[in-house]
């Protein structure tokens, strides 16, 4: 089974800071890997062990993006590739997928191809469905588990509002996945940093990926973003003390005084 | 000629090591205080992550990493524990697995080895007995060969992870002497396991680093098999003071680390605690005090991974045993002090809250503490730098 991650490296959100406008401050914020896509990575590396085969990583990115893919490989992926490029700056969602759907094709034959179902910066979760309607293969999106793999078909759980279903989806295919909340993510052992460094790294250029240079980068980016603001503040929700019979007695009055129940 | 940098391996290491103690070794630490025990899933992730003893080579389950790498490691462990129980049980393993590797016998690493860097067993080292610390020489333990075999008689006291190699499996690299009438070419250095017949454990209530225990043990009558001496007989008096100098490396390190990480917390502190309308960390009084031990610590975390660097540079031929000697007691020397007086300084700016057990800078400065003594006082380590400006000749005792 061959099996590619696409990975992104993003700002570590964890301790944002916002300037007195509401933009974020992105100086001194450390840079990590998606932690959607750590958890493909491993999802895919669990799929390795089981059937066998192979875990390529890719990304899109300035090269600074290398400690993510290098991430990657120290976890255990067998391969990197990063597609790296002045012609690709300021691509939106619509030229990344163009872009990493051509350097898929031309790299190799995927069996499966999982991202992260959103980044935590652009959080948009375009491209893995968007980089699967390029390759004209069919995705799932909020892939919990991978169940099983039998001959050319995977079965997955994907997770709804209010459950989850299990959809078996044929090969090659893409799924776009989500961390179960009790995820706890591995670190890099000594060995696998170690080893990292002598696997295979491929870099592209956009010279490299055969296709319409006038859909890379700006060019072929159709999206403006206007503004950016922090959501408007919602003010708290009322807060009912006292003892429990009393909280509860002023919560059925407020919920019939505005005749949500009768 | 000069770069401060490390590589972009270290820093990968350093990341994944920092994320792992900070998830799993900072919210526990303080708890160790308590169930004296360093928790099982702490050391069986540290060994997953290749995190003990990872000086031993690859083919016996370390990682084959140089003293340099092994500080950062150090340091990492260093910032998440106050405690100081989880940085002794590491460099004590990677200083003496570093040893073991270089001069244990191929049979015993086999044996051992795999079995310390997997975190089942804990591999300590003895030399010091209630009669003897810095000089080693007065030794009392005994050791004689008899047949294949060897005979070991004496004592050990103040000795790390007595308890841990007792309980858990493993031993202590011990020192003992073995033909009286030849000085330091008398002295031999074996592997003694302590689950044995012979050996019985005492521990001590000391100060600090609660987590790991300090003990001793007896020694009556316990057979050796000659695999298990490290290096050859007589060579032990040379071959212990590669491991302390290891060690000492490793401690100047964690002490500046536990000392910059004390100072942290502090600034905190300053920061939000008011008195006379203003927040402390207005009063310039307390600023300078704050500036001094950063610079302090901050020279000493330097001084620490240049003396490490020196040690690996003897391995790779560009460094003599004795500018090693020397860097390496250069940065120990005050590394305690130092660190134990930025740690103080911040119990002190706490008030009243600095002298509970709930705060954390009381315990960090009770582990620092011991390293002073440990794996070579102070004192002795200005012994051996002035032994080494002044030449041997000026040694006042032999
Ligand atoms: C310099 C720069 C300029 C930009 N300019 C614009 C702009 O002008 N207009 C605009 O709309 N956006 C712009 N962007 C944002 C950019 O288009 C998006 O960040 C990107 O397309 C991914 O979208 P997302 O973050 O919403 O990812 P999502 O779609 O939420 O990510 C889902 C998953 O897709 C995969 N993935 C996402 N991005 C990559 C990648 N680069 N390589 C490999 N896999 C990936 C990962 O697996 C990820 O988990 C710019 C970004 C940069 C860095
Ligand atoms: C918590 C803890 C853990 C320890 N773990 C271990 C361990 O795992 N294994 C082990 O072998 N040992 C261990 N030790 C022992 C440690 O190595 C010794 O304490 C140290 O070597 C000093 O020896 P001593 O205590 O016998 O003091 P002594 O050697 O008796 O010295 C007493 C005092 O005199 C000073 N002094 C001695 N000689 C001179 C001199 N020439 N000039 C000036 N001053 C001098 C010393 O610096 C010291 O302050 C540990 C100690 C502590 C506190």
């Excluded at chain 1, 603001?229 to 009393?246: D, H, L």
């Excluded at chain 2, 074996?190 to 005492?202: H, N, V």
Aim: glycine share 10%.
């Amino acid at each position: 089974m061959k099996i590619l991650v696409l990975v992104k490296q993003v700002p570590d959100t964890s301790e944002v800071k916002f300037n007195e406008n509401g933009v974020m401050i992105r100086e001194g914020l450390q840079s990590i890997l998606n932690m959607f896509d750590q958890f493909a990575v491993e999802e895919a590396l669990r799929i390795r062990e089981k059937y066998g085969g192979e875990v390529s990583v890719m990304t899109l990115a300035p090269e600074q993006a290398k400690s993510a893919l290098q991430k990657c490989l120290a976890l255990g992926a067998d391969k990197a590739y990063h597609i790296s490029d002045r012609a690709f700056g300021g691509s939106d969602t619509l030229a990344t997928s163009y872009a990493l759907s051509l350097a898929i094709k031309k790299v190799g034959d995927f069996d499966l191809i999982m991202a992260g179902n959103q980044a935590t910066d652009g959080d948009t979760g375009h491209i893995g469905p968007q980089v699967a309607q390029f390759l004209g293969i069919p995705h799932v999106s909020y892939v919990e588990k991978i169940e099983n793999v039998e001959g050319d078909k995977v079965l997955v759980k994907s997770l709804l509002e209010d459950g989850y279903r299990m959809i078996e989806v044929k090969l090659p295919a893409l799924l776009a996945c989500i961390p179960p909340p009790n995820f706890e993510y591995s670190n890099p052992s000594m060995m696998g940093i170690v080893k990292a460094k002598n696997k295979p790294y491929v870099w592209l250029k956009a010279d490299d990926i055969d296709g319409d240079k006038s859909r890379f980068g700006l060019n072929g980016s159709p999206t403006r973003v206007m503004k950016m603001y922090p959501p408007p503040k919602r003010s708290r929700g009322e807060v009912f003390t006292g003892n429990y019979n009393e909280a509860v007695k002023k919560i059925i009055d407020v919920l019939k005084e505005k005749k949500v129940i009768s | 000629m000069l770069d401060f940098t490390f590589t972009e391996e270290q820093e990968m290491i350093r990341e994944s090591v920092r994320d792992f103690a900070q998830r799993k070794i900072a919210p526990i630490a303080m708890e160790m205080e308590k169930t004296k025990q360093i928790p099982e899933d702490v050391i069986q992730g540290m060994a997953e992550l290749g995190l003990i003893a990872p000086t031993v080579s690859t083919k016996y389950g370390g990682q084959g990493f140089d003293a340099v790498t092994a500080g950062i490691i150090a340091e990492e462990l260093s910032r998440a524990d106050p405690t100081g129980s989880i940085p002794v049980f590491y460099l004590v393993q990677a200083s003496w697995g570093h040893v073991f590797n270089k001069y244990g016998t191929e049979e015993a690493k086999q044996e051992i080895l795999p079995n310390v860097t997997k975190g089942k067993w804990f591999l300590g080292i003895a030399t010091t007995e209630s009669d003897a610390g810095s000089d080693v020489l007065g030794t009392r333990t005994t050791i004689r060969k008899e047949g294949d075999h060897y005979i070991v008689n004496g004592e050990k006291m103040y000795i790390s992870g007595v308890r841990e190699a007792y309980t858990r499996g493993g031993g202590h690299i011990t020192i003992a002497k073995q033909f009286p009438d030849r000085g330091a070419k008398g002295m031999t250095m074996f592997y003694l396991p302590l689950q044995q017949k012979g050996i019985i454990p005492t521990y001590v209530d000391d100060l600090g680093r609660e987590g790991i225990s300090t003990g001793g043990f007896t020694i009556d009558n316990v057979s050796i098999p000659k695999h298990y001496l490290v290096g050859e007989e007589g060579k032990g008096f040379y071959i212990v003071h590669e491991g302390y100098e290891y060690a000492r490396g490793l401690i100047a390190v964690i002490c500046a680390a536990a000392g910059l990480k004390s100072l942290e917390r502090g600034e905190k502190y300053l920061k939000e605690r008011k008195a006379f309308g203003l927040p402390l960390a207005k009063f310039e009084a307390l600023q300078f005090r704050l500036a001094e031990h950063y610079t302090k610590l901050s020279f000493l975390r330097l001084g620490s991974y240049w003396a490490l660097w020196t040690y690996d540079r003897e391995g790779q031929k560009k460094a003599t045993r004795f500018e090693v000697s020397k860097a390496i007691a250069m940065a120990k020397m005050f590394a305690s002090e130092w660190s134990t007086q930025a740690i103080d300084e911040v119990m002190q700016w706490q008030g009243a809250f600095g002298y509970t057990r709930e705060c954390t800078d009381q315990a960090a400065w009770r582990a620092i503490r011991s390293f002073a003594w440990a794996e070579g006082s102070k004192e002795i380590m200005r012994v051996i730098v002035a032994r080494e400006l002044l030449g041997k000749e000026y040694t006042a005792y032999k």
